[in-house]
T-cell receptor
């Protein structure tokens, strides 16, 4: 079974500080995704990756950057956090043998 | 642009009271429609994938159906443990993204 961990699980930070969220998968699935979930908006795609060093923007990518230097790790960075980036962030993977998204447990980020 | 609208936003049922959740979508070339269940404080969990109009999938008390414009998630004789938020998502042939609806929050009272 695919396994995903996200770290940290909870974080409180201040406006203007940089923040990096980590997603780690135990398999070698090609596709990895970062979503944010907000009340009334559902899940919205921030960035996704289709291989090491191959990434693309999603619907709400402004203010976020990503990196994938290893197959198993996908990092999401907020260069200068703003209060509008307070949200729950989910990482997800999709494999060649399953067409759906498999989600991690989420990271709750609060920007004061 | 792909769009997904779910209704109702919230639904309260008595145990055993069957009902349906709706997912209306517009997409340029449907690759697949997906249903997920999300419990509070957790990530969404995959339930079903539907690929073409007329297709149906069943799992325990849940049955998902698909037409060219919408999908229904039918819940037969629900139990309190079916309480969760149910999310619908579509994927088109044009991209690797899945576009999600805002979800339906289902509460089943004993």
């Amino acid at each position: 079974d695919a396994g995903i961990t996200q770290s940290p699980r909870h974080k409180v930070t201040e406006t203007g500080t940089p923040v990096t969220l980590r997603c780690h998968q135990t398999e070698n699935h090609r596709y990895m995704y970062w979503y944010r979930q907000d009340p009334g908006h559902g899940l919205r795609l921030i960035h996704y990756s289709y291989g090491v060093k191959d990434t693309d923007k999603g619907e709400v990518s402004d203010g976020y950057s990503v990196s994938r230097s290893k197959t198993e790790d996908f990092l999401l960075t907020l260069e200068s956090a703003t209060s509008s980036q307070t949200s729950v962030y989910f990482c997800a993977i999709k494999g060649d043998n399953f067409p759906y998204l498999f989600f991690g447990p989420g990271t709750r980020l609060t920007v004061l | 642009e792909d769009q997904v609208t779910q209704s109702p936003e919230a639904l309260r049922l008595q145990e055993g009271e069957s009902s349906s959740l709706n997912c209306s979508y517009t997409v340029s070339g449907l690759r697949g429609l997906f249903w997920y269940r999300q419990d509070p404080g957790k990530g969404p969990e995959f339930l079903f994938t539907l690929y073409s109009a007329g297709e149906e999938k069943e799992k325990e008390r849940l049955k998902a159906t698909l037409t060219k414009k919408e999908s229904f998630l039918h819940i037969t004789a629900p139990k309190p443990e079916d309480s969760a938020t149910y999310l619908c998502a579509v994927q088109s042939y044009n991209n690797n993204d899945m576009r999600f609806g805002a979800g339906t929050r289902l509460t089943v009272k004993p």
